[in-house]
């Protein structure tokens, strides 16, 4: 995704995935739920060590957004 830290690295769809069956991470639904405006993009990233939801959203006043998400808890942690 344009935009990523270079010290975030995105999973693929399939490490995605194991990441959510496995329980490491809360399901996208919850993020979506989270986000305050409409999901434009998503994207499971390691950032040093620690998974997180990278989101690009856009707000109901029309601004975009880039808010990063704990992927454990699903709080937002940067970008609000």
């Given at each position: 995704?344009?935009?990523?830290p270079?010290?975030?690295?995105?999973?693929?769809?399939?490490?995605?995935?194991?990441?959510?069956?496995a329980?490491?991470?809360?399901?996208p639904a919850?993020?979506?739920?989270?986000?305050?405006?409409?999901?434009?993009?998503?994207?499971?990233?390691?950032?040093?060590?620690?998974?997180?939801?990278?989101?690009?959203?856009?707000?109901?006043?029309?601004?975009v957004?880039r808010?990063v998400?704990?992927?454990?808890?699903?709080?937002a942690?940067?970008g609000?």
């Amino acid at each position: 995704m344009a935009g990523t830290p270079a010290a975030a690295a995105c999973l693929d769809g399939a490490a995605q995935r194991a990441a959510i069956a496995a329980g490491q991470v809360v399901r996208p639904a919850e993020v979506r739920r989270a986000a305050g405006g409409e999901l434009l993009d998503l994207s499971l990233c390691d950032e040093g060590g620690r998974l997180v939801y990278i989101a690009i959203v856009l707000r109901p006043d029309g601004a975009v957004k880039r808010v990063v998400f704990d992927a454990r808890s699903g709080a937002a942690i940067r970008g609000r």
